[in-house]
């Protein structure tokens, strides 16, 4: 079975800067996407970002401009780069795998933007 380790998260002034990372177990197939989401506390999860096999990507109007997210396939990793990072972005982020009606979650990393 697939396994996603996300890495990379911790504390952030605000308007620094945190890449996080997404280690895949396997090389990722064609028409899966991969996605990073957040939660913050006594909040719903929600999309930061995807990135389909095509390299496609879609944002949160939240964090456009902001973050951007890619994948490198020769070492089945995605990223987030997150820049001008707000005490809103603070959440526990999640890596996600997605094809038909299959999700694949990781166990997340904890970012907190705060002086």
């Known amino acids: 079975q697939v396994q996603l380790v996300e890495s990379g998260g911790g504390l952030v002034q605000p308007g620094g800067s945190l890449r996080l990372s997404c280690a895949i177990s396997r090389s990722i197939f064609a028409g899966e996407v991969m996605g990073w989401y957040r939660q913050a506390p006594g909040e719903q999860r929600e999309l930061v970002a995807t990135?389909?096999?095509?390299?496609?990507?879609n944002y949160a109007d939240s964090v456009k401009g902001r973050i951007t997210i890619s994948r490198d396939n020769t070492k089945n990793t995605v990223y987030l780069q997150m820049n001008s990072l707000k005490p809103e972005d603070t959440a526990v982020y999640y890596c996600?795998?997605?094809?038909?009606?299959?999700?694949?979650w990781g166990q997340g990393t904890q970012v907190t933007v705060s002086s």
């Open positions: 990135i389909a096999g095509g390299g496609s990507t």
């Open positions: 996600n795998l997605h094809i038909g009606r299959y999700d694949k």
